[in-house]
């Protein structure tokens, strides 16, 4: 290294290809993820019920083990649907939490230091920067919902056989689909909320409220309308109704995922569902494209 | 090479830049290719607008500007890449160790890990912060934050430098050492410079050439090394005992010369005439010299006159 000589020299070295740069991003924000312990120990934590799913599994195909433990293997959880709905619902409750715990820090410092005319002056474009920002959420949301799933139907599938694999591959589509959409939309949310808000404790504080606040009003429309259209503003009956489809479940079963429970007769169709989820989404990246600039224009 | 035959560095044509209802740049026209640029305008007159426009944060709304050849609103990617920024404002990520922050942005602009690592250290170094790299910005002072900005928009090697307000914040020594540092990579020859500044000292002493904006319009533009090579060769002397006779002689040194009454004498010296020589002509004369003055028409008397004068727009 020539920091001896304490001149300037121009660069003619090799260059990154262009579209791996948003990687930069990811890669630094996960490095400085890694340094806060309680995101460490959380994150760990988030693998305890994955563990315990599998153990399931593996025990209730285990016959000297259910002997050993006194159990009829009747009387254990069925591995069906409603055991990777379960599964599915605990983990991306998990995930919303770590979410409004991570999300409002990668998008709010930077605004509120001014650095994106720094980001943005580079072969750098916005798009990039929020799909930088947002993939390290991706990662990090996948690493503990749809992967750890498909640990689980594959696991499933291994010791169950060819027969129960072809018979519910829709499930592992399920688990894909279903944690995606809530990924995106947590990711989305939580990106659009630290731009706007640029107050890292208080950006995290009013996605709980969304997520939260958002629920009560639309129960409280439904009470006092007596109908159920509030529903439409409930962010986890939305994606409930969402997933109960993708696992191909009748929505009249009233089931759902734990935490992302419907009602029973207060269901609404699942393309509104859809249709509301994609509003907010697009809602997201309009607040987005307005906050992130090289400069803000005062009109 | 001569500023005149480089070629341009920055082309304006007829550009226009509209924010919300309002008109900033009022069809801008001209061409700039010197080693370092001055940007110089009273507040509100265009300066951050055109430097903003040229990395592609706002579009213009008619007419085109080109870096290095490449059109702002159709290759904003390709400008960016030959571009280092340094802005006006504190801007930089507070709980960030200093040689991290930098090496990121290097990385952003395309260097691989390991050589993004080496040039920001280097970049430390070279801007004087090496001893504090490893300390996070926010704990920097504002003359150290200065210098971090500019260890940021040089350190991934960029054709051409945006210094906007480098000098700002900073204490008589710190800003020397910031004008020193610009012109030792002026003078590296490898990138062109565009300083954007209220302090005309800053550019008079960085800059070969000066574009002065007044109201979203050119007010003026100068070569600033033709002007002091002009103003090296221009005389004011002050005689007694001069007459008429006395100017005919400088003449017949191939100087001209003005009389202007009251022993006091305007002349152009030729390119090679020693100003000895007039002293030795005056000495042969039996003419005093009192006083003799060479023309200097700073940077301040250009900016005043552009500011007095009209703008048109073009250069």
């Known amino acids: ?14 260059m990154t290809p262009e579209w791996s740069r948003f990687f930069v991003l990811t890669r630094y924000a996960w490095e400085d993820l890694r340094r806060r312990r309680f995101f460490t120990i959380f994150f760990l934590g988030t693998m305890t019920w994955p563990i315990i799913c599998a153990l399931g599994i593996y025990i209730r195909h285990n016959l000297s083990a259910l002997e050993l433990m006194g159990i009829r293997a009747a009387s254990m959880v069925k591995i069906d649907s409603s055991f990777f709905l379960a599964f599915l619902g605990v983990q991306c409750m998990f995930a919303f939490f770590l979410n ?49 799933g498909e640990f689980l139907f594959g696991l499933q599938s291994y010791l169950e056989g060819w027969d129960w694999f072809k018979a519910n591959v ?26 706007w808000v640029k107050w890292k404790p208080v950006a995290g504080g009013l996605l709980f409220g969304l997520f939260f606040v958002a629920a009560g009003f639309g129960q409280a429309i439904n009470a006092v309308l007596r109908t159920k259209w509030g529903n439409l503003i409930n962010i986890s009956n939305l994606v409930g109704s969402i997933w109960v489809s993708l696992f191909n479940k009748p929505l009249e079963s009233g089931s759902g995922a734990v935490f992302f429970r419907i009602a029973r007769g207060e269901e609404i169709p699942v393309w509104m569902c859809w249709v509301s989820l994609g509003l907010i989404c697009l809602f997201c990246l309009w607040l987005l494209g307005r906050k992130i600039r090289g400069v803000e224009v005062s009109r | 090479m001569n500023v005149a035959t480089q070629p341009p560095v920055i082309e304006l044509d007829n550009l ?27 507040n509100g007159a265009g300066k951050s607008t055109l430097i903003n426009t040229l990395l592609g944060f706002h579009k213009p709304f008619s007419g085109t500007a080109r870096v290095f050849g490449h059109d702002v609103r159709t290759h904003a990617r390709q400008v960016r890449s030959l571009i280092g920024y340094m802005p006006e404002n504190d801007s930089f990520i507070a709980d960030m160790p200093g040689i991290r922050f930098v090496r990121m942005m290097a990385e952003l602009s395309g260097l691989p890990p390991a050589e993004a690592l080496e040039r920001s250290h280097e970049a430390f170094f070279f801007t004087g912060l090496g001893e504090v790299r490893y300390r996070n910005i926010g704990t920097y002072s504002l003359g150290m934050k200065q210098m971090a900005k500019l260890a940021q928009a ?37 990138l062109h410079i565009i300083i954007s500044s209220h302090l005309l000292r800053d550019v008079e002493e960085c800059c070969d050439e000066v574009l002065i904006l007044k109201n979203g319009n050119i007010a003026a533009s100068c070569n600033l090394e033709a002007e002091r090579r002009a103003n090296r060769n221009f005389l004011e002397i002050e005689t007694r005992g001069a007459d008429e006779s006395f100017v005919a002689h400088i003449e017949q040194l191939g100087c001209r010369a003005a009389w202007g009454g ?18 030795q002509l005056a000495s042969d004369r039996s003419v005093q010299i009192r006083r003799l003055n060479r023309k200097r028409d700073s940077l301040e008397d250009i900016f005043l006159k552009a500011m007095e004068e009209p703008a048109n727009g073009s250069v």
């Open chain 1, 1 to 14: 290294m020539a920091v001896y000589k304490k001149t300037y020299r121009s660069y003619e070295g090799r």
């Open chain 1, 100 to 148: 409004s715990f991570v999300g409002p820090g990668l998008v709010s410092p930077d605004l509120a230091n001014n650095a994106l005319p720094l980001y943005l002056s580079r072969p750098f474009s916005r798009t990039e920067y929020v799909l930088g920002r947002m993939s390290m959420l991706l990662i990090l949301l996948s690493l503990m919902t749809w992967i750890p």
């Open chain 1, 170 to 195: 829709g499930l592992a589509w399920g688990l894909f689909a279903g944690s995606g959409v809530w990924i995106v939309f947590l990711a989305l949310l939580s990106l659009s909320v630290s731009a």
């Open chain 2, 16 to 42: 226009v830049v509209k924010l919300g209802d309002r008109l900033i740049l009022k069809k801008l026209t001209g061409s700039f290719s010197g080693r370092a640029v001055g940007l110089l305008g009273p």
């Open chain 2, 154 to 190: 040089i350190a991934h090697g960029p054709r051409l430098l945006f210094l906007d307000e480098p000098t700002n914040g900073l204490d008589p020594p710190a800003r020397l050492r910031m004008l020193q540092l610009i012109k030792e990579i002026r003078d590296r020859g490898d």
């Open chain 2, 262 to 279: 009251n022993g006091r004498i305007k002349l152009v010296m030729p390119e090679g005439l020693e100003v000895r020589r007039i002293y």
